[in-house]
């Protein structure tokens, strides 16, 4: 079904009534030309306590410039995020699962308090993209998510190293195997620069499988965090989000059963993440589709290992970029 591009915002920026609101808008430099086109919403989960979404503050201005160049006018807007590898062990982990429902409600929320036309949101690391997923099948504006990006591996005696490596060098450390300095190093080479944790943890399944759902641009999840294909497909994302709302493409008219039962088939044919049940079912939920957790099962018994990550396997994630990226149909 084709849309009118000003859809749902006509009703917060078109007409005599809403002057007021205009005033505001002109008031940080929005201008009459701006508010006449379609408003995109940008939901950003950047935050300065974890290197996942480091880099989003950086690449959402690449989508502002795909939906202006597409006709759109975005306006961005932030969420919070909680990094499970911070807070593991300590009180703050209850926060991690509590902040995805956060983001969900906070996303749907400003989509629907701004009446925004399409929305595109960033993420990173793994309650980010649920929560985001989540709000968008409320919302069912056309939209597009764009992940942050894998971590490139650390590297220590010739060898690739994830934050996986740290968990291990602690315990080892605890039974007396390595000395004080060998987890020192390995903690200060573990992590290089921004993005989410190197192995098929819930970060990278999660980015994986929003591709099969539709809501991710294919290929898009593969690219680090530094590389600098990452720009270009967050320009791709902006300008999409605009394409798709002329379309009339929603996000639950993608995110069908068969979707779901591909997203499923790529988690597990990756050794990825259990938490992809957690999360899958939630967001099957917000989509309406009918989903359960002996769905899982089944899927994964005839769905073999295609891709040998870690933190089970032998390789990195930025490995699977290298490889041409995960094709799988369930």
Known sequence: MVLDPKWRSAAITNGRDRAAA???????????????KPLVGIASTWIETMPCGYNLRALVEHVKRGVRDAGGTPMEFNTIAISDGI??????????LVS???????????GRGYLFDAMVGLFACDKTGPGTAMAFMRLDV????LYGGTIRPGRLNGKDLTVGDVFEAIGA?????????ELKAIEDNACPGAGACGGQFTANTMAMVFEFLGLSPVGSASPSAVDPRKDDEAYRAGAMAVDLLRRGVRPRALATRAAFENAIAAAAGTGGSTNAVLHLLAIA??????????????????????????PGGKYVATDVDAAGGVQLIA
């Open 173 to 181: 450390h605890a039974a007396g195997r390595i000395s004080d300095a």
């Open 142 to 145: 056309p939209s597009v998510m």
């Open 87 to 96: 807070t593991m062990g300590t009180e703050g982990m209850k926060a991690s």
């Open 22 to 36: 205009r005033a505001m808008f002109k008031a940080i430099g929005f201008t009459d030309d701006d508010l006449a």
């Open 285 to 310: 939920r917000e989509a309406g589709v009918p989903l359960t957790i002996d769905d899982f099962d089944t899927i994964s018994r005839r769905t073999p290992i295609v891709a040998d990550l870690r």
């Open 100 to 110: 995805r429902e956060v983001i969900a409600d906070s996303i749907e929320l400003v």
